[in-house]
């Protein structure tokens, strides 16, 4: 029997350092938590039950979020987190975390843990990796995102091209096929995450060259983050975790055209 004041490490996180106590998580801390906190309250406020709850800090100065009870998608993914069923609803959750922030003022001076300054299209807080990874399929059915860490100011379309990216996925045969894909058919399934999100026409006209930009920026700020010794990211970089996305933008260059035409049909 686990004991209620027992730390169970988590696994899955790339940037934190996190462990269940009792119903709780523990996670480090930054300067960004009082920000992603603020969110989160909001969030709570406004009726979202797709993000786990602030319950505080711990005499450790670590945060306490609220456990959500169910299954994270850990690589190679179970069949029924490849379904269109869980594409879908990946994209209707991703559109209700945008339209709950409807009011969302950010405390003054707030921080964020961003790879760059905001975009000028800013609309919400994206959550900017809403993967597998980073969701938990509930017991009863419903899905929720964790890790906020990385929460930022940015466009709607931005955070769903980063979730197209990674559940359709815009991944390679070879790479698709490894991580819990059996052949996706990438430009139906983009289509259906477009519809399942209801991404506006001009952004479906721009959808697939805001996702080249997503991994672009991916990369280099995962880079740039490790060249200024921040420990997590130089970890995520000798693992060699920038390999895939190189072989994705080639792909998108190879299919890009016909991901296009699929959005605008």
Do not use: K
Request: net charge negative; hydrophobic share 40%; with cysteine.
């Amino acid at each position: 029997m686990t004991h209620p004041d027992e730390e169970v490490p988590l696994l899955g996180g790339n940037v934190s350092t996190v462990v269940r106590v009792g119903a709780t998580v523990r996670r480090s801390a930054g300067p960004w938590t009082p920000a992603v906190h603020a969110l989160l309250g909001h969030l709570a406020a406004a009726g979202f039950t797709g993000s786990p709850r602030v319950l505080g800090l711990d005499h450790r100065g670590r945060e306490v979020l609220s456990y959500l009870d169910g299954e994270c998608g850990n690589y190679p993914l179970g069949r029924h987190w490849a379904t269109d069923e869980a594409l879908t609803a990946v994209g209707a959750m991703l559109r209700m975390f945008h339209d709950a922030q409807a009011g969302f003022v950010p405390p003054p001076g707030a921080t964020w843990r961003a790879f760059g300054p905001p975009p000028a299209d800013t609309e919400v807080i994206c959550h900017h990796d809403v993967a597998p990874h980073n969701v938990v399929w509930r017991p009863d059915g419903t899905l929720a995102m964790i890790d906020f860490d990385l929460a930022s100011p940015g466009a709607r379309v931005y955070d769903v091209a980063y979730s197209a990216w990674t559940w359709v996925p815009l991944f390679t045969d070879r790479d698709s096929r490894t991580l819990g894909w059996r052949n996706p058919d990438r430009p139906r399934r983009l289509r259906l995450f477009a519809d399942a999100y209801g991404v506006s026409p001009a952004d479906r006209a721009r959808l697939v060259s805001v996702v080249r930009t997503r991994i672009v920026d991916h990369m280099e700020g995962i880079r740039r983050m490790a060249d200024a010794g921040d420990p997590a990211f130089v970890q995520i970089v000798e693992r060699g975790h920038l390999e895939r996305p190189l072989r994705d933008l080639a792909l998108l260059d190879d299919e890009g055209r016909y991901w296009e035409r699929a959005l605008l049909a």
